[in-house]
Each structure stands twice: as C-alpha cells, then as structure tokens.
C-alpha cells in the first residue's frame, strides 16, 4: 500500500489539497482556486487534476483519497451544492487514478478532524461551530459527526434566535447566523455607524468601547448564546468547540458567551466553550482522515501528533 492519501478541501473560492501519510506526517500541501463561475463541471475537472498533480508530487498512486465538498453529501455521491452547483456527482469523478475514495460534508469533516485529532480529541460528544461568512455546525456524536435523516444535521446557523427579527439570506427570520457570522456583525455595525467594517475590526473597536461595536458585539453573543442553550438542552454535549474568523477574536468572544449561556440555563451546567484546535487545516486534515479510511486504515489518526498537524503548512 501507498505510504500516503491524498486529502482536499473543497470551498467555494478555494480548495486546500495535501498529501498526509499513515502516520500523519503533512509532507505537502497546495491550493488552487476553484472555479465556481466557470459551471460546475469545471469544478470537477479541477479537482482531478489538483489530486492528478498532488498524487505526481508524493511519487505515485496514493493509498485513497478524501474529498471535503460543501452540501449535501453521502461518503460516494456529491448530491448537491448551491455553492458549486452540482447534483449526483459520483465520488469515482473527482478521481483519476483507480484508488479508493470517500467524500464528506465540510463543515463534518472538519469536526470529524477535531473529534479525532483536535480539541475534542478526550471527548466523545461535542458541538464543532466554525464562526465565519456564515455559521454552520457540526454535530459529534460517539466521536462521529452526525448528518442526519437526508444531510441537513448540524444547521445551526440557521435556528431562528430572534422570531421577530431580521430575515435571513435563506428566507427564515431570526436565523443566528442572521445576528452572530463574521459578515453579520460587520455588516450590522456598517448599517449603525455608516461607514464599513469588518468582524475584525468591530472585534477591535468593542475591546477600545465604542458603544455601536459593544452593542453590535453584544447581540452576537445574545444570539450565540440562545443557540448553545438549546443545543445544549438538547444534546448535552462534554463541549463547545468554537472557530472560524470570529473565535480568533478569543476571550472577547467566549467570556462573555460563557458568561451569558451560563445564566440561561437553570438545572444544569454549561458545557465549556474550547478553541478550536485545527483552525484552517481542520477540513484538509479530516479529508486525510477520509482517505484513510477508504484505504481501509479506519484508525489512522489514533496516533497523529497534534503539533505536527498544527504546523502552519496550507499555503
Ligand atoms: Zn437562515
């Protein structure tokens, strides 16, 4: 067997691709743009010849091939994304050697990544609630990222926290995501003060006390923490496992989010908020996981040190 899998991470603008090995030595990674504007079947044509040239790079066939792809998605069909555009693209296409392949959702097999590698590594049940343009989730159940009946599981960017509030990019009211993604709260700060910002920056301007940054930065933490209350009424989970663009923000973020979800439950404790532990590797790294799996080493990452996979390698 070929001593490495080849592992891509697949987004809208771009897709990170590697070349990890059994014992989880990154020996390679790469990115290349993706074409969403040329249709989808451009997409596919360029994540052949990205996998074609990784595959070149480690000196042959690799052992399997793990794709991270956005929608809905089962572990051999890319049933469909509004992002690319594609429906029922068989696993087999995205590959141009005969060698195993699994795909999996993102956003999951990020989680997948950090359940395995990162910070839910001594946990078995946890929320992974990357925090970016949009907020998705990825619910972890017994150490596996759950997808539900059809794919939809792990959608809480777009549980409505504020039934009268804003209407949300997907037709919903209220949805988190509305009040609580990177591009919300620059946006909502941008709408109050008249003139643009970034998540970043409201971040900055909330820490020196500009009351519109406070008040922006507060309703976030509001929403976040009406979500994370019935996830965990829900599911309670050992962990929240936060990343993506606005978990860089750190303490400005979790302390008062702690704090807040702290106070909305009254029977029970809150379960702790951790970093994530990946940040942008995490979906790269658990397409690796991916690869390995379809190799048939299910356990791959058992033994994988955290501090080389931390190592700032995606270009
Ligand atoms: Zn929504």
């Given at each position: 067997?070929?001593?490495?899998?080849?592992?891509?991470?697949?987004?809208?603008?771009?897709?990170?691709?590697?070349?990890?090995?059994?014992?989880?030595?990154?020996?390679?990674?790469?990115?290349?743009?993706?074409?969403?504007?040329?249709?989808?079947?451009?997409?596919?044509?360029?994540?052949?010849?990205?996998?074609?040239?990784?595959?070149?790079?480690?000196?042959?066939?690799?052992?399997?091939?793990?794709?991270?792809?956005?929608?809905?998605?089962?572990?051999?069909?890319?049933?469909?994304?509004?992002?690319?555009?594609?429906?029922?693209?068989?696993?087999?296409?995205?590959?141009?050697?005969?060698?195993?392949?699994?795909?999996?959702?993102?956003?999951?097999?990020?989680?997948?990544?950090?359940?395995?590698?990162?910070?839910?590594?001594?946990?078995?049940?946890f929320l992974f609630l990357?925090?970016?343009?949009?907020?998705?989730g990825?619910v972890?159940?017994?150490?596996?990222?759950?997808?539900?009946?059809?794919?939809?599981?792990?959608?809480?960017?777009?549980?409505?926290?504020?039934?009268?509030?804003?209407?949300?990019?997907?037709?919903?009211?209220?949805?988190?995501?509305?009040?609580?993604?990177?591009?919300?709260?620059?946006?909502?700060?941008?709408?109050?003060?008249?003139?643009?910002?970034?998540?970043?920056?409201?971040?900055?301007?909330?820490?020196?006390?500009?009351?519109?940054?406070?008040?922006?930065?507060?309703?976030?933490?509001?929403?976040?923490?009406?979500?994370?209350?019935?996830y965990?009424?829900?599911?309670?989970p050992?962990?929240i496992?936060?990343?993506?663009?606005?978990?860089?923000?750190?303490?400005?973020?979790?302390?008062?989010?702690?704090?807040?979800?702290?106070?909305?439950?009254?029977?029970?404790?809150?379960?702790?908020?951790?970093?994530?532990?990946?940040?942008?590797?995490?979906?790269?790294?658990?397409?690796?996981?991916?690869?390995?799996?379809?190799?048939?080493?299910?356990?791959?990452?058992?033994?994988?040190?955290?501090?080389?996979?931390?190592?700032?390698?995606?270009?």
């Amino acid at each position: 067997m070929s001593s490495f899998v080849v592992a891509l991470d697949v987004g809208g603008t771009s897709m990170k691709g590697g070349l990890v090995t059994r014992s989880g030595e990154v020996v390679l990674t790469d990115r290349r743009a993706t074409p969403r504007d040329e249709g989808p079947a451009a997409v596919v044509g360029t994540i052949r010849s990205f996998i074609d040239d990784l595959a070149a790079a480690g000196g042959g066939a690799p052992a399997g091939v793990g794709l991270a792809v956005p929608g809905l998605v089962t572990a051999d069909t890319a049933l469909y994304s509004a992002n690319i555009g594609w429906r029922d693209v068989p696993a087999a296409d995205f590959v141009p050697l005969d060698v195993p392949v699994m795909l999996g959702h993102d956003v999951r097999t990020g989680g997948l990544a950090e359940s395995v590698l990162g910070a839910g590594r001594e946990v078995s049940d946890f929320l992974f609630l990357p925090i970016g343009t949009g907020i998705a989730g990825a619910v972890i159940l017994g150490g596996e990222p759950y997808g539900g009946t059809a794919g939809w599981g792990g959608e809480i960017g777009h549980i409505p926290v504020f039934p009268a509030g804003e209407v949300c990019a997907c037709g919903q009211i209220g949805c988190l995501e509305t009040y609580a993604s990177a591009s919300a709260v620059g946006r909502r700060y941008s709408a109050r003060a008249a003139s643009p910002a970034t998540a970043e920056q409201v971040a900055a301007l909330t820490v020196s006390g500009d009351p519109l940054a406070v008040e922006v930065w507060g309703e976030a933490v509001e929403a976040l923490s009406l979500a994370l209350a019935t996830y965990t009424l829900l599911l309670d989970p050992s962990a929240i496992v936060l990343g993506g663009g606005l978990a860089e923000a750190g303490p400005l973020l979790s302390d008062p989010l702690a704090e807040r979800l702290r106070g909305r439950l009254t029977f029970r404790d809150a379960p702790p908020l951790r970093p994530a532990a990946l940040g942008v590797n995490a979906g790269m790294l658990g397409a690796a996981l991916l690869g390995w799996r379809a190799a048939g080493i299910p356990d791959a990452g058992a033994t994988w040190s955290l501090d080389v996979l931390k190592s700032p390698r995606v270009a």
